[in-house]
């Protein structure tokens, strides 16, 4: 009740002196993200209106000149459709393979630790480092893969498998999945441990077996994580770049490039500052867009 | 902990905070000859010229030779390293913007991006220094170095005609091949061919004996249109080549369509290595140098990455096949590396008595001997090692989209590029290549003459 009525207190000139010394305690975060987070977010802004070079001191108003080319741009529109093609793999197969490990490893097995910190190397490595590694695998001439699939009598099967289209953007999506499942399997993890066994005695008591728990206490219980590794997934996979760079460089011609890497182009390949800030805006906003939609609908099943 | 001691302490944190990012932004914003680089323990003594580069290679030679400068002439050079090199590029453009440029540096981009430095009055105009004394330091490159680093009158960029950049040294791309698997495969070592039939010959003979042909870093399309440059410099010559870029020629014209042709030519013979058209050219060079594929296509720098990776390596260099009897051989090439003086510098006279203390013989050969790249000078390229000798000797043969008064578009350029992978790969027809290069290249000269008859 007291903190009530202090809440409600009027201040008075009196204690400006304190209420300054409260703010001085925010200003130097509030200067650092006005100066490194918001200035820079609002210049992208401001930049994808003009046209220009990256070093010319005049910046041409363009309006929306550089959004309506976007939208006409085909190969960005395909860049999406890649992306989101590896998003689609590492939603369901990536997500699916974390869960899995997260659920056997939280039966308290032996050596459980040891599983944990295995699963999680992936993501501690470099992209490039892990695509690098991954080519060799891919490699057309002396592959893991291929050596793999003569030994298995499959020999008709080897390829270059980053050079064929029809190859190319699934392997780069493989490569991807690996590195990736270790952070989905983590909050995974720290979600099924957030679970109070109580409610698994509860429902123990109750007669329910193993299938029944995990439909009926497990998935409802995780919706909120599930929710967050699936936006954390979509987001970090829509924004893929270092495994491409390392492996295919956005090709055979445009079959693996995505968006960061039509930026890229836009930006450091034909020095189009304002067409590229043009291009993150609307991929910005597509990725505000999925991520609500995501958030709409999770709220929705949580209530269903 | 009263009240009072919590304000106070808070006082003095925010005050301390704020001192630290003062000095922190202070210290972004520092620049030109005062400027330290990171990781050095000791302060250095104040530098008469700051030179920003990134060529982690040729750092040590850099230093060294910075300081028989010091020695010689009691002026301090401060070489900056700033490396990888789109770092480095992206550094050079940020401090164009808050004008902090060095001296001297470099412009990592192409040729328009070097017109925007220019024009927006960050690169001095060197022509006069060059041309002085019966044009002494100009006669002392390699012309088509040169060329590179020069606007002429009427540029399409609308530069004002000059030299507006020092090659510091000057590279090529031809054909390395490894002469040991040549005559693993009944090929003699010492016969490369001469031909694209001779080629094509050596390519097949080569897949006959299990043997990878060509391989190179097209996974970046410059690599792959530096050889489309090349077949097209053979087939149409300079004038054709312009006219196209001027967009008097369109891509369907017959001899384009050849050009791309032969890529496909190329790999239905086995020449090309499989997955070549993802290949980096870290990658390409690995397998070059361990003897796993006979033909490489890469650039002067080989000479020194081979050396690296497999000192033993047995290789010899040969010129792009020939296509046509019409027009000369091309090479893709021109200056390696180059400097420019920072045109709002105070120490331009200091930067520029430096660097051309820097091109005369003795330090151009020092840096050849150490970090075996093929220098800009003339002289000095007489006594070099004999595989850098034939990159030296093919400089004649040296061109460059540069060295044309037009260039192309850069959407036309990627096009070029990614669809040659396709065609390599069987998933797009030379035609449709051509007719895709056609509309692009409508499409950009439409928005051209619109800008131009903006006025913009």
Not at chain 2, 41 to 55: C, F, I, L, Q, T
Not at chain 2, 61 to 88: C, I, R, W
Not at chain 2, 304 to 327: A, H, Q, T
Not at chain 2, 348 to 356: D, G, H, S
Request: aromatic share 12%.
């Amino acid at each position: 009740m007291s903190a009530v009525l202090e809440l409600k207190k009027k201040y008075t000139w009196k204690d400006a002196p304190d209420m300054l010394t409260s703010y001085l305690f925010i200003v130097p975060a509030l200067v650092i993200f006005l100066l490194f987070g918001l200035y820079p977010f609002l210049q992208v802004f401001w930049l994808s209106v003009h046209s220009w070079d990256g070093i010319s001191a005049v910046k041409e108003f363009v309006g929306l000149q550089n959004f309506i080319e976007v939208i006409r741009d085909q190969y960005w529109w395909q860049a999406m459709k890649q992306a989101g093609y590896i998003a689609f793999l590492a939603l369901t197969f990536q997500n699916a393979l974390a869960l899995i490990l997260a659920l056997l490893v939280d039966q308290d097995i032996r050596g459980g630790n040891a599983f944990r910190v295995i699963f999680y190397l992936p993501p501690v490595l470099s992209g490039i480092v892990v695509g690098l590694i991954w080519g060799w695998i891919y490699d057309g001439n002396y592959g893991l893969l291929n050596k793999v699939l003569e030994v298995f009598g499959q020999g008709q099967f080897a390829r270059a498998w980053l050079a064929d289209p029809k190859t190319a953007l699934t392997c780069v999506g493989i490569i991807h999945m690996w590195k990736g499942f270790g952070w989905g399997f983590v909050i995974l993890l720290a979600g099924l441990q957030g679970i109070p066994r109580e409610l698994y005695e509860a429902a123990d008591v109750d007669g329910a077996g193993s299938w029944h728990k995990f439909m009926h206490v497990t998935i409802p219980m995780m919706i909120p994580v599930f929710v967050l590794v699936m936006i954390l997934t979509i987001l970090g996979t829509m924004q893929i770049f270092d495994i491409i760079a390392s492996t295919t460089n956005g090709g055979p011609g445009y079959a693996t490039e995505v968006p960061v890497t039509r930026i890229l182009a836009s930006m450091l390949g034909s020095s189009r500052f304002g067409y590229s800030c043009a291009q993150a805006v609307v991929f910005g906003v597509i990725l505000l867009i999925i991520s609500l939609t995501q958030l709409h609908l999770s709220k929705k099943m949580k209530q269903a | 902990m009263s009240g009072k001691a919590v304000r106070q302490y808070a006082r003095m944190s925010c005050a301390g905070i704020l001192l630290a990012m003062l000095c922190g932004i202070g210290g972004c914003s520092g620049s030109g000859s005062g400027t330290q680089p990171s990781g050095k323990k000791e302060p250095a003594k104040k530098a008469d010229v700051v030179v920003w580069h990134w060529m982690s290679d040729r750092d040590a030679v850099f230093q060294e030779l910075a300081k028989q400068y010091e020695g010689q002439t009691g002026q301090v050079v401060d070489f900056q390293l700033f490396a990888p090199s789109e770092a480095y590029s992206n550094k050079v453009r940020a401090s164009a913007q808050t004008k902090t440029l060095p001296d001297i540096f470099g412009i990592l981009a192409e040729t328009r991006d070097f017109a925007s430095f220019i024009k927006a009055g960050f690169v001095e105009n060197l022509t006069p220094a060059m041309e002085a004394d019966n044009s002494q330091w100009k006669k002392a490159f390699f012309e088509k170095a040169l060329a590179m680093e020069t606007f002429v009158e009427g540029n399409q960029f609308n530069v004002n005609p000059g030299i507006y950049g020092v090659p510091i040294d000057v590279m090529n791309i031809q054909f390395f091949y490894n002469k040991d698997l040549f005559a693993q495969a009944g090929l003699d070592p010492e016969k490369p061919p001469l031909t694209f039939e001779e080629f094509i010959a050596v390519g097949k003979k080569l897949k006959a004996a299990n043997i990878q042909g060509l391989v190179s870093g097209w996974s970046e399309i410059w690599m792959i249109n530096c050889l489309a440059d090349n077949f097209a410099w053979n087939l149409m010559g300079r004038d054709k080549i312009t006219a196209t870029l001027k967009g008097d020629v369109p891509y369907s014209d017959p001899d384009w369509i050849r050009v791309f042709s032969l890529f496909k030519e190329m790999q239905d013979a086995g020449v090309l290595a499989t997955g070549m058209i993802t290949m980096v050219n870290k990658h390409a060079e690995q397998t070059f140098a361990n003897g796993k594929a006979a033909i490489a296509f890469n650039g002067t720098w080989g000479v020194n990455v081979y050396r690296g990776m497999n000192p033993k390596l047995n290789y010899g260099v040969f010129l792009p096949p020939k296509i046509s009897d019409k027009y000369p051989v091309a090479v893709w090439g021109g200056a390696g590396s180059s400097f420019k003086i920072n045109a709002l510098s105070a120490q331009k006279e200091k930067a520029l008595q430096f660097l051309r203390w820097m091109t005369e013989v003795p330090q151009q050969k020092l840096l050849a001997d150490k970090t075996m790249n093929l220098p800009s000078n003339k002289e000095s390229a007489a006594d070099i090692i004999p595989a850098l000798k034939q990159f030296s000797a093919a400089m004649e043969y040296a061109v460059h989209p540069s060295q044309l008064p037009y260039s192309e578009f850069p959407r036309v350029v990627e096009a070029m590029g990614k669809g040659i992978q396709l065609i390599i790969i069987g998933s797009k027809t030379t035609q449709e290549l051509a007719a895709e290069l056609v509309a692009l290249k409508q499409e950009e000269m439409k928005r051209l003459e619109a800008k131009k008859a903006a006025g913009k």
